[in-house]
């Protein structure tokens, strides 16, 4: 498949979104110059071509007294056993990323937790527990400085 052309306009409407996901099409299509309708079609042609995946509502952690953010670097005993791991680490409510990666270790997953305590239960008892687990490596996030989504240039 040949890769989608992303042109000004499109990016604009990208960049409308990324700031806004619930931003009515009648008011970027203001922003871009073009007709409501046109706003539709092009949203669409992005969701085909894969440059829109899906819109996202976050939900501020600490909202939710998930005070304590980390990152838990796994390592494997079994390299193959990769999909067994994930699927098992997917079960665990308190991880909401996990990714496959180069270096010392395997995997690395983020995770929100209500207390240490919390965080201690989830590494010991739940992930330390999953077979082919062979060590963890968790790093404790202080503070923020910032977290955005992927930007555009427009």
Request: hydrophobic fraction near 45%.
């Amino acid at each position: 498949m040949a890769q989608y052309h992303i042109d000004g306009v499109d990016k604009t409407i990208l960049a409308s979104l990324i700031g806004n996901a619930r931003k009515p099409y009648l008011e970027i299509a203001r922003e871009c110059g073009i007709s409501g309708a046109a706003i539709h079609q092009r949203i669409r042609k992005l969701e085909e071509n894969g440059v829109i995946a899906g819109s996202r509502l976050l939900v501020k952690h600490k909202a939710l007294d998930l005070g304590v953010c980390v990152y838990i670097n796994i390592s494997l005993s079994e390299a193959d056993k990769y999909a067994e791991v994930v699927d098992a680490l997917k079960k665990i409510p308190e991880i909401v990323e996990c990714h496959f990666v180069t270096g010392k270790y395997a995997l690395l997953i983020k995770a929100f937790c209500h207390s240490n305590d919390d965080l201690i239960n989830v590494v010991i008892r739940n992930i330390q527990n999953i077979p082919y687990v062979q060590s963890t490596d968790t790093t404790i996030v202080l503070d923020t400085a910032f977290d955005r989504a992927v930007g555009v240039t427009v």
